[in-house]
């Protein structure tokens, strides 16, 4: 079985840019989380997709928005980029989500604001 | 919301040495604990979990114990090796109807010196 896939896996962009990364589920998978990790600060939560619904937000600025498809992909979106939203952003996976089901990780999509 | 604090940051064993990590969470309602290892340019990998009816689980070098009334959780690794090296990041969720949402500790980097 595949892994969670997440695409691309290196960005550059200039501040005031907009990006999109995107993250393919483990086959059957129906819910997709997403962190921002940086040196010192973890893995911080940003939300949670599951059948196309946003469950769960963290606390992080609208700039911060995602969706999810009906194949369970996910994508997030991060408008006006600034130079603090450097950073890991990984994608989980897990099969219905909820204390019972394990949380897979993709390799991450780098992202570097200049 | 929930809060995870990990200690300590940084810790430096002796190759066959045990190391132990501890964490502590704020929200009582939290019933499941998952360890996280990531080894330096990889994805974080689940190596144990535990649930808030058990108070101590075991996988070969791996042992992972609960305080409920303290609201603590400890990893501890026996005889570590110098593959045992990485980050290693405790995190607590609390289930609930339509949400879920892992809080992870800021990790604690191990070294295993030969």
């Known amino acids: 079985k595949a892994g969670v896939t997440q695409t691309p896996r290196y960005l550059i962009k200039t501040r005031g840019q907009q990006v999109t990364l995107s993250c393919s589920p483990i086959?059957?998978?129906?819910?997709v989380s997403w962190y921002q990790q940086t040196p010192g600060q973890g893995l911080q939560f940003l939300f949670e997709y599951f059948s196309e619904t946003q469950r769960n937000k963290g606390n992080f600025p609208g700039r911060f928005s995602g969706r999810q498809f009906s194949n369970s992909r996910s994508e997030m979106n991060v408008s006006t980029l600034e130079l603090g939203d450097s950073a890991l952003y990984l994608c989980a996976s897990s099969l219905e989500g909820g204390a019972k089901n394990i949380q897979y990780f993709g390799a991450g999509t780098r992202l570097s604001v200049l | 919301g929930e809060n995870v604090e990990q200690h300590p940051s940084t810790l430096s064993v002796q190759e066959g040495d045990s190391a132990v990590i501890k964490c502590t969470y704020s929200?009582?309602?939290?019933?499941?604990f998952p360890w996280y290892k990531q080894e330096l340019g990889k994805r974080p990998q689940l190596i144990i979990d535990i649930r808030s009816n058990v108070g101590e689980k075991k996988d070969q070098r791996i042992a992972v114990t609960l305080n409920k009334t303290a609201k603590h959780f400890s990893l501890h690794i026996t005889e570590t090796q110098p593959e045992d090296s990485a980050v290693y990041f405790c995190?607590?969720?609390?289930?609930?109807?339509?949400?879920?949402?892992?809080?992870f500790g800021k990790g604690t980097k191990l070294s295993v010196i030969p």
């Open positions: 086959s059957g998978h129906r819910s």
């Open positions: 995190a607590a969720s609390i289930s609930g109807a339509g949400s879920y949402q892992l809080t």
């Open positions: 929200d009582s309602a939290s019933n499941y």
